[in-house]
């Protein structure tokens, strides 16, 4: 009950910063002296976009599709209100994804923000050096990993294709309080949204487990089935109700030249984990009919995140406690409580070859849980893995990325090679490789057959 | 005999005095330690350079061997504080793949500078290695060091007087800047710097960076001198970047204002970098 009563004040909360920061753009217009800097551009309306045409060409047939080329289209249309010191901000995504001859269709509002500015020093605010209130949708990226954030944990990704991610925005609000190069955010976000996970029988589709062992029900002459999967349940995601707030703190700091955040959320698990729940009552046949059942267990993750350099080596480590709520589906590990660790370094080399600059980065990413089983967790492909990244740049035009993962406990891997060419100010074309690698009942070992080829052509305006 | 004697002294007196009348401000000034009219040069250069705040337009043009251009526009802000460390905000404001891109580098006086680069595409800031400073800034034949003020300080660097030259028919003192230790030339990615300063206004007008074992890296020539404002100092408002390649490129400064009103502490702040 007083969790509930709490819930009600966050609302309420939000709901005051939304009238604040829409009236106090009008009320307490300032010039930007920064902005100003541009006669022209501190009222002038801002509007770009980006499309991206992408095909990827898959080297193999799937079991969830026939198919093997893939047209994805984007169009992103961002617009900036510059409002004196405050702006409203407008940022819409539509996605055509092609598989001959179906074409799905998204339209995706990421961002849609009053952010209201006000000077701390005319409202009397002690100590504070700047103060922002920014409230609508709007996208959260926390932590100083390169490859993964434990500590990222608010917003949601449309992950149809899970290796090819962007995030959703979500409607929240968001207050900074900044003080020098300290600063501290509270955000609270009013309802819960899932992650967009690929869609039963399409490619990228995580058939688990593809047989189930009859332990429980002795009567039946059956010792496995061979599980046939339906459709997807989704009946657990919870509704966009009051109680279904989730909120979060951050605090972050510069200590003798390291960055150093500790965070706090309290939410819900946005990448859903799977139950499998029988069609029908347990057949005395081998077959079994079963829908995939979508659970977002409730959780509170305690962060800490920390990145320094040693001369030009670079040093972090984001690390979190998540302690989960239990839920009633069989859901693995996906309801116990764990801890998630990142340690990474990363290198430059400048200057080698000529001009060309170079960079690697190391991650090494450990889960520590009491009693874990074999369950595939797609929110948490990295639970013993090395990550390694490296980039290279020939010259402002020429640029290239090679990433390497691998799983030291399901020796799964995947490998990911791009370059790109910025051929003129608005124009960039970019071929890259995937290959995935592993035994099937792993997480990469699953998308075997996905090893693909993709060209992209992007405008931006 | 005597007489002889003393007109023999006599002549030897005046060839000696006239030796001296004739060679002894030449020997004073060679025997004038480099080094320290190295420094003394470059530290007219840095009073020349020193500004409480700087704000300009930047037109950045990147220019291939073959001559293609690519064009980028970004605000450079800059404050120097009490502590005489000068801090700088440089966002980019076109083209769109870069727009919004920002950076932010704090000075420090007891340790390295602490830097951060705001991404836009993925909504995140990361620091960047305050010793890294040597490499490219964005791409761009500039380093991050190239774009920060010349800090002149015995602690980082040796600045040896090796002559005078006419450059563009302007009279210049030529300095080589050397790093102190291993640990400096590492962090200035460079094995040392050959500076024309102007005789006039001890603005550098032109710098070559030179590689291990002296080999020339990239030029950079300084052109177009104006005075600024109300400031009474004059700057050089176009930088033209040549690699070896012949890679080049090119900054133009517009709408430059010196030492005008300070520039609120916000946008010396990681929130700022991520409020565009």
């Not at chain 1, 007083?2 to 909360?13: C, E, K, P």
């Not at chain 1, 699953?446 to 993709?454: E, P, Q, S």
């Not at chain 2, 004697?5 to 030449?26: A, C, E, N, R, S």
């Not at chain 2, 033209?240 to 709408?255: A, P, R, S």
Request: charged residues 25%; neutral net charge; contains cysteine.
């Amino acid at each position: 009950m007083q969790g509930s009563n709490l819930i009600r004040v966050l609302r309420l909360a939000t709901f005051v910063c939304v009238i604040i920061s829409v009236t106090g753009c009008f009320l307490f217009a300032d010039d930007d002296e920064f902005l100003a800097l541009d006669d022209e551009g501190s009222r002038r309306v801002e509007l770009h976009g980006k499309w991206r045409l992408s095909n990827f060409s898959y080297f193999q047939k799937n079991p969830n599709s026939e198919e093997r080329n893939l047209i994805d289209n984007r169009l992103r249309i961002n617009a900036r209100f510059p409002i004196a010191s405050h702006a409203a901000v407008a940022s819409v995504e539509g996605l055509v994804r092609t598989w001959e001859p179906e074409t799905k269709k998204n339209l995706d509002i990421r961002e849609l923000y009053f952010d209201f500015r006000p000077d701390p020093q005319e409202y009397r605010v002690p100590y504070v050096s700047s103060l922002s209130l920014r409230a609508g949708y709007q996208i959260f990226s926390w932590g100083s990993g390169v490859l993964f954030n434990p500590t990222d944990n608010l917003s949601p990704q449309y992950s149809i294709d899970p290796f090819d991610t962007k995030k959703k925005g979500i409607p929240a609000a968001k207050l900074t309080l900044g003080f020098g190069l300290q600063s501290f955010e509270c955000i609270l976000i009013p309802t819960f949204f899932p992650t967009d996970l690929p869609y039963l029988n399409e490619r990228f589709f995580i058939h688990r487990p593809k047989t189930v062992a009859n332990t429980f029900l002795p009567a039946l002459p059956v010792d496995t089935w061979t599980v046939r999967y339906k459709d997807i349940d989704s009946s657990q995601i919870p509704d966009h109700e009051i109680e279904e707030s989730q909120f979060a703190f951050r605090y972050s700091a510069v200590l003798r030249g390291w960055d150093v955040a500790l965070s706090y959320f309290n939410g819900r698990e946005n990448i859903a984990v799977s139950a499998l729940v029988p069609v029908t009552p347990y057949p005395a046949t081998k077959d079994l009919d079963a829908r995939v059942q979508y659970v977002h267990p409730r959780q509170q993750v305690y962060g800490l995140d920390i990145l320094g350099y040693y001369k030009l080596l670079g040093i972090r480590f984001e690390g979190a406690f998540f302690d989960m709520e239990k839920v009633d589906q069989q859901v693995g590990n996906g309801d116990k409580d764990y801890v998630s660790c990142l340690w990474g370094i990363d290198y430059p080399f400048n200057d080698f070859y000529g001009t060309q600059d170079a960079q690697i980065f190391l991650e090494y990413v450990r889960e520590f849980q009491r009693k874990s089983d074999n369950t595939i967790l797609i929110n948490r492909p990295y639970q013993n893995s090395l990550l390694v990244r490296l980039t290279h740049t020939y010259d402002y035009r020429l640029s290239g990325e090679f990433r390497y993962v691998y799983n030291f406990d399901t020796h799964g891997s995947h490998i990911h090679g791009e370059y790109g060419y910025q051929y003129t100010d608005y124009t960039r074309i970019e071929v890259g490789i995937d290959f995935f690698n592993g035994h099937r009942d792993t997480f990469f070992g699953a998308y075997d057959t996905n090893d693909r080829v993709y060209f992209m052509h992007t405008l931006q305006f | 005999m005597l007489k002889h004697k003393k007109g023999y002294t006599v002549t030897l007196m005046g060839l000696l005095f006239l030796h001296l009348t004739l060679f002894l401000p030449d020997l004073c000034v060679a025997q004038e330690d480099p080094e320290a009219k190295g420094l003394e040069i470059m530290q007219k250069l840095y009073e020349q350079i020193s500004c409480r705040n700087w704000r300009s337009d930047v037109l950045m043009r990147l220019i291939s061997r073959s001559g293609d251009v690519q064009t980028r526009h970004l605000k450079r802000l800059s404050k120097t504080d009490e502590r005489d460390c000068e801090h700088y905000h440089l966002r980019y404001t076109s083209p769109p793949s870069v727009r919004n891109t920002t950076l932010l580098i704090i000075e420090n006086k007891e340790r390295s500078d602490d830097v951060w680069m705001y991404f836009p595409a993925i909504k995140k800031t990361r620091r960047l290695s305050g010793t890294n400073l040597q490499s490219s800034y964005m791409g761009t034949e500039f380093s991050y060091k190239d774009i920060k003020r010349e800090k002149v300080d015995p602690q980082h660097n040796r600045y040896v007087y090796i002559g005078e030259e006419e450059l563009n028919g302007l009279a210049h003192y030529i300095i080589d800047a050397y790093p102190v230790s291993k640990q400096e030339k590492s962090e200035q990615g460079y094995e040392y710097r050959r500076l024309w300063v102007r005789k006039d206004n001890y603005l550098a007008t032109r710098i070559n960076f030179y590689k291990q074992e002296g080999e020339l890296l990239k030029t950079l020539v300084s052109s177009d001198m104006r005075p600024v404002g109300e400031s009474g100092k004059f700057r050089y408002h176009q930088m033209l970047m040549t690699n070896v390649k012949g890679v080049k490129t090119e900054l133009i400064f517009n709408m430059l204002r010196l030492d005008e009103e300070d520039p609120d502490d916000k946008y010396f702040t990681l929130n700022y970098l991520s409020q565009r």
